[in-house]
């Protein structure tokens, strides 16, 4: 199973939040929720440069991610997601990505106070050894 799979794309585009698990240096894990863009080879995510999560990543490039939704009938749909993340030098994929953020979280350029990704961002993509999903038909 791969990230590419429709149900899997079409279960993500429906989802504003996931929850992205690091490796703390002890071993623990650490899970953020996170906003994110999906695709059909990876997933990306921007954060704060002197975060926690940000140190783990650098640290460890290994993670999982997960989605999910529970429905009025109480049926458990989700994705998860285990790879590793790569962070994103400034470019033209970069800028691309971060008009994609701006498009799917309106309210981004006001926290940012403007369009440009803010110097103390940092753009990771979750490049996935295993997909899994559950419930999505």
């Known amino acids: 199973m791969g990230l590419d799979e429709a149900k899997i794309q079409g279960f993500l585009a429906t989802k504003d939040v996931a929850v992205l698990a690091t490796v703390q240096a002890d071993g623990a894990p650490l899970a953020m929720p996170m906003w994110f ?36 009938g109480g049926e458990i749909r989700g994705v998860t997601v285990q790879g590793r993340a790569e962070f994103l030098p400034e470019g033209p994929e970069r800028r691309a990505l971060v008009e994609r953020f ?13 369009k440009a990704m803010p110097a103390n961002r940092v753009m990771f993509r979750i490049v996935p050894s295993r997909v899994r999903s559950w419930g999505l038909g």
Do not use: F
Not at 52 to 61: A, E, I, P, Y
Not at 102 to 114: C, T
């Open 102 to 114: 701006h498009d799917k979280y309106g309210r981004l350029e006001r926290l940012w106070s403007g």
């Open 37 to 72: 863009l999906h695709g059909p080879a990876a997933l990306t995510m921007i954060s704060v440069e002197d975060t926690q999560k940000v140190r783990n990543l650098r640290r460890d490039s290994r993670v999982c991610v997960v989605a999910e939704a529970v429905s009025g």
